[in-house]
């Protein structure tokens, strides 16, 4: 059981300082919520501004659009469509893992959702390397959510 401590507690040590990581607690979003918030069926909505996304259906094209050449450029190198783990987790499911709420805050507050939203850190010790903020505006984290909705295959 030591052993399995000590790996866990070095290997949180190690990931926040491999990688990508960024240490600024600042965001795009200005968010400073500390507590995560939930939907009346107990689902985590993260921390941050979004609490009610109202979802296109059917998928809006343009932003699916938008949101596949921000995953090109800003996403892809860490992050496979599929469900295997590149550096970050693969995307494949995340739509059905995670409300749009918890997807939204975790795009546009990376740095506050890592420091203290639990299903977040518990991706970081599984990745060992802290997502970098990417400084997405909320249009652009709205059409990511789009395009991983599409992977996904929601219609």
């Known amino acids: 059981m030591k052993i399995s401590i000590s790996f866990i507690a070095a290997t949180l040590i190690i990931g926040s300082f491999i990688g990508c990581n960024n240490t ?7 968010a400073t919520a500390t507590s995560v918030k ?3 069926a107990g689902a ?5 501004k979004f609490t009610n996304i109202r979802l296109t259906h059917p998928l809006d094209d343009s932003m699916v659009v938008r949101g596949k050449n921000l995953y090109d450029s800003k996403c892809m190198s860490c992050h496979k469509l599929s469900d295997e783990k590149l550096v970050g987790p693969g ?3 995340v739509t059905d893992r995670r409300t749009a ?13 890592l420091d203290s939203d639990l299903v977040a850190q518990q991706l970081m010790v599984t990745c060992v ?4 903020n990417q400084n997405l505006g909320d249009d652009q984290a709205r059409a990511v959510l789009e395009f991983m909705r599409q992977n996904d295959g929601k219609k």
Do not use: L
């Not at 985590?44 to 941050?48: L, P, V």
């Not at 709420?101 to 959702?113: S, Y």
């Not at 390397?129 to 970098?132: G, N």
């Open 24 to 30: 600024n607690t600042t965001d795009n979003s200005g």
């Open 38 to 40: 939930k939907d009346s």
């Open 44 to 48: 985590n909505k993260g921390i941050g």
């Open 91 to 93: 995307w494949k499911g």
């Open 101 to 113: 709420e918890w997807i939204m805050n975790f795009i546009t507050n990376t740095n506050v959702m």
């Open 129 to 132: 390397a802290r997502m970098p």
